[in-house]
């Protein structure tokens, strides 16, 4: 009888072990943070979810929020299953940096989905031709539910040898608000996606239409690539960019499917299989997907480290090379 007493606390332990990783392995449901409803995030969100669900067969539903900092946190603790979120915000969470108080040490990269250039918006007609001009502005500098573009915008403005002191400040709820106030004139100025279907929209009914402001004589690719989650871009004239008349030197962000820690390797791995032998399909299905070719679903320049049950993918894919292990090891240096 002792004996038996004596080997439950074992046998307890072990039943533990045992339901924790049957849990992990048996995901019933998979739950996709995103931004607000109308948003791109939503959309794509809406879309992966819908393939999880017809492919893997597991159900899958995207959770619209007010921002992606603010349920980042809740891919870390599981209550969230994947998030999309942008390699700014990711790179805040792992390190633990404002807004977030500690460090998410949950959150894993599972593929990069989108690129997002990344430039100042101002009307057309305003005057305002290069980020000197800026000053005595007023500029929206900071999003309330995404911190990330605060970084961004002094990071830009910064390249122009301009601070956040040289403007007139000023706060806004979210990405679509800050185009709403630059084209009703309620600011001068503030930092957006060029590819939004806002911006289009803005174009072709604001009088004198808008324009991008390209990045300072600062604006190196060193000085750029000094933030992590942030990476040069050219933007040239094309169709789909109307309002871009010459080649504009700006800087992009990522935008990553995260897991938490309620992903196994093997769901991971099934899942950026499954997206990446389908990404053509869903290229054609959602336009912000068709600027990331199927191998550049894994860049180096990761602001996170990438699921293992991904790395395994990419490795069978022959997408994986020694970048991407040289950078694993500098990520992991930055968030240890």
């Not at 996709?32 to 794509?44: A, E, K, M, T, W």
């Not at 290069?130 to 830009?156: A, W």
């Not at 320049?301 to 090379?321: D, M, Q, R, T």
């Amino acid at each position: 009888m002792k004996a038996l007493f004596r080997s439950l606390p074992v046998a307890v332990a072990l039943t533990a072990v045992l339901c924790a990783s049957a849990a992990q392995a048996d995901i019933k449901r998979i739950t996709i943070g995103s931004n607000r409803q109308g948003s791109v995030f939503f959309l794509l969100a809406s879309g992966f979810a819908k393939h999880i669900q017809e492919n893997l067969k597991i159900r899958s539903t995207a959770q619209p929020h007010a921002g992606s900092s603010v349920y980042l946190p809740l891919v870390d603790t599981g209550e969230i299953t994947l998030g999309l979120n942008n390699s700014m915000d990711t790179a805040a969470a792992v390190r633990g940096q404002p807004p977030f108080r500690k460090k998410l040490n949950n959150v894993r990269i599972l593929a990069r989905v989108w690129i997002i250039p990344e430039g100042v918006l101002v009307r057309g007609d305003s005057g305002i031709k290069s980020l000197t001009d800026l000053r005595g502005k007023r500029v929206v500098t900071d999003i309330k539910t995404i911190v990330s573009m605060g970084i961004i915008t002094r990071h830009y403005l910064a390249s122009g040898s301009v601070t956040d002191k040289d403007v007139i400040a000023l706060k806004s709820g979210g990405i679509v608000q800050s185009v709403n106030m630059v084209v009703e004139g309620r600011a001068d100025a503030a930092v957006v996606g060029m590819g939004m279907p806002q911006i289009r929209k803005a174009h072709a009914t604001t009088p004198g239409g808008i324009r991008f402001l390209p990045l300072g004589p600062l604006g190196s690719d060193e000085y750029v690539l000094s933030k992590p989650g942030m990476a040069p871009h050219k933007a040239k004239p094309a169709k789909r960019y109307p309002y871009v008349t010459e080649p504009l030197a700006m800087l992009s962000i990522d935008t990553y499917l995260n897991a938490g820690p309620t992903v196994s390797d093997e769901i991971a791995y099934n899942i950026v299989k499954s997206m990446h032998q389908s990404w053509a399909k869903l290229q054609k299905a959602y336009g912000p997907l068709r600027g990331v070719k199927a191998e550049a679903i894994a860049p180096t320049n990761n602001s996170a480290l990438y699921h293992p049950g991904a790395v395994k993918y990419f490795k069978e894919a022959g997408i994986w090379s020694a970048a991407h292990d040289k950078q694993a090891a500098a990520v992991m240096n930055d968030t240890k």
